[in-house]
């Protein structure tokens, strides 16, 4: 049996990098493989999970919960089969029901078994994201087990504040709001299953949904799909850091709708160029990681105008 961990947390909530703590400091003598499951965002995790070293199996254009839970499905068989590792870390998607991915995981009991269900939780965004996207927010949190937050002001009593808000949602989630690479490993490692798991974990196992079924069904990912787009733009251009961020401010300042995550990796004058935006947040950074497209993920985008605003003249 392959023990499996499930990092789940909205948009840019900080699972990635959060695998990343765990490979380095909770399972850094263990053979992992993280199952990465992008909202059209172009393997741009995975190449920079990859480039930490990290094998990194990549399922995208769609959700491991529905359209592609029979990918899934296989995907969990085959890594046991071809790579037996130690431990499988699920990364879904940020627009992910936790509770979905949760039983799209008990599919595979016979192989894997869950030991964490771990949500990141953004504790700055966090009234905002839970007014306007709580389909998704709550559940996450109502079906983790342990729960970590990120993107602190280092306000003790804001910290405060957002963790009896979780507790509203989720009373019996072990909180952790320390920095990460602080948490004993313990922490990640063992803990007690929250009663909404229990009950999901007592359902019958479904088998999987294959496509040709789901088109009979509506889906968890439809109801993503409906709220939430992508808009994926190749950019081979090598580009200073001025440049880029211009690129992006002009996409971010004048496009319509409402951005709530944009990534990606460039070619800089050294080498690859990383970015992260999340509303009220953009980081530029060096990589290792090699890449020529950036994504954009909100409500109400319009493809061709961000494209245009994009690759428009300096
Ligand atoms: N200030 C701050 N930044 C963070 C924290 N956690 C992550 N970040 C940054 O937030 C950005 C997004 O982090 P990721 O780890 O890519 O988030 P994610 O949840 O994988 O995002 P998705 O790709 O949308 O699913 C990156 O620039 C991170 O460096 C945190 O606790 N504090």
Known sequence: MT????VSGFLGAG??????TMARNVFQSQK??????????????????????????????????????GDFYKAIGQIVKEYAPDVILVEPSGVGKLSDIIKACLRRKDLVLIRRCITVVDGNRFDKYKENYGDFFVNQIRYADLILLSHQTGDCGKIEE??????????EARIAADFW??????????????????ELEKEPVQSPKFPRILKVFSSPLGLAKEIFTSVTIECPEVLTEEQLKEKLNRVLDHGDGVILRGKGIVKGMDGGMMFHYIPGMLNVKSVSAEGTRVCFIGTGLKEQQIKSLFQGEL
């Open 3 to 6: 023990d499996l961990y499930i």
């Open 15 to 20: 699972k990635t990098t959060l695998i990343q």
């Open 32 to 69: 992992i493989v993280v199952i990465e499951n992008d909202f059209g965002e172009a393997g741009i995790d995975a190449s920079c999970l990859r480039s930490c070293e990290i094998m990194v199996t990549s399922i995208n254009a769609g959700c491991i919960c529905c359209s592609m839970s």
């Open 162 to 171: 957002t963790i009896g808000k979780i507790k509203e949602i989720n009373q």
């Open 181 to 198: 690479d602080s948490i004993p490993s313990s922490v990640f490692l063992f803990g007690k299953r929250v009663e909404a798991v229990k």
